[in-house]
């Protein structure tokens, strides 16, 4: 079993920079793929990042691309994500997820889940 725990959401202007932070315990991150998901009020939940466990690969929602930074420590057991140039539309509670498969979290689904941190991106 995963726990996950995300932090570092809260209110911010638009155009500054946050980073949020997923801390695993329960099992070493080594050999899970890691996403970060978010979903708006009134909207479904959608992928905004992931990064593998091998290889170092990382894959962006087009929305957030060349704006947000997914990054991984496996030795700290924790999972980030920066995010810059922050717009009112990146309004969402983001979740961290982790997954053996890094396809399975490309496609929305994964084995464990956080319980979100709301970020709110005021104009």
């Known amino acids: 079993q995963v726990r996950l725990v995300e932090s570092g959401g809260g209110l911010v202007q638009a155009g500054t920079s946050l980073r949020l932070s997923c801390a695993a315990s329960?099992?070493?991150?080594?050999?899970?793929?890691m996403g970060w998901f978010r979903q708006a009020l009134g909207k479904e939940r959608e992928f905004v990042a992931a990064?593998?466990?091998?290889?170092?690969?990382?894959y962006y929602a087009d929305s957030v691309k060349n704006r947000f930074t997914i990054s991984r420590d496996d030795a700290r057991n924790t999972v980030y994500l920066q995010m810059d140039s922050l717009k009112p539309e990146d309004t969402a509670v983001y979740y961290c997820?982790?997954?053996?498969?890094?396809?399975?979290?490309?496609?929305?689904?994964?084995?464990?889940w956080g319980q979100g941190t709301w970020v709110t991106v005021s104009s």
């Open positions: 990064a593998s466990w091998i290889g170092g690969r990382t």
């Open positions: 997820a982790a997954d053996p498969s890094s396809r399975t979290i490309l496609v929305g689904s994964a084995n464990f």
């Open positions: 329960g099992r070493t991150l080594s050999g899970y793929a």
